[in-house]
Nanobody, 122 residues
Framework: QVQLVESGGGLVQPGGSLRLSCAAS????????MAWFRQAPGKEREFVAA????????YYPHSVEGRFTISRDNAKNTVYLQMNSLKPEDTAVYYC???????????????WGKGTLVIVSS
């Protein structure tokens, strides 16, 4: 059974940094794409970043490119999201997701974690 468990959320001041972690289990990670999404209060869920386990190609929307970095540790079966220069509009619940298909990882991944809350506020 696929399980994704996020951690690392919290309160951070504008301009600060935070690193989220997603521990994955129950599947052969080398064949999956992994992604981060976020959902702010009153807004739709938004794609934030994705990475291929096999070749480490990464994907970002313009809203976070240059500030967020997705990476993975194969040995630990863990994906990270390093977030720098955080803004109040980055406040959201951040979700880890997994899917075997590049076609669907950006929109509707098969597997989701329960999320971790990030609040950017002074």
């Amino acid at each position: 059974q696929v399980q994704l468990v996020e951690s690392g959320g919290g309160l951070v001041q504008p301009g600060g940094s935070l690193r989220l972690s997603c521990a994955a289990s129950g599947f052969t990670s080398s064949s999956y794409y992994m992604a981060w999404f976020r959902q702010a209060p009153g807004k739709e869920r938004e794609f934030v970043a994705a990475i291929s386990w096999s070749d480490s190609n990464t994907y970002y929307p313009h809203s976070v490119e240059g500030r967020f970095t997705i990476s993975r540790d194969n040995a630990k079966n863990t994906v990270y999201l390093q977030m720098n220069s955080l803004k109040p509009e980055d406040t959201a619940v951040y979700y880890c997701a997994a899917d075997q298909s590049k076609a669907t990882i950006f929109l509707s991944p098969d597997y989701w974690g329960k999320g971790t809350l990030v609040i950017v506020s002074s």
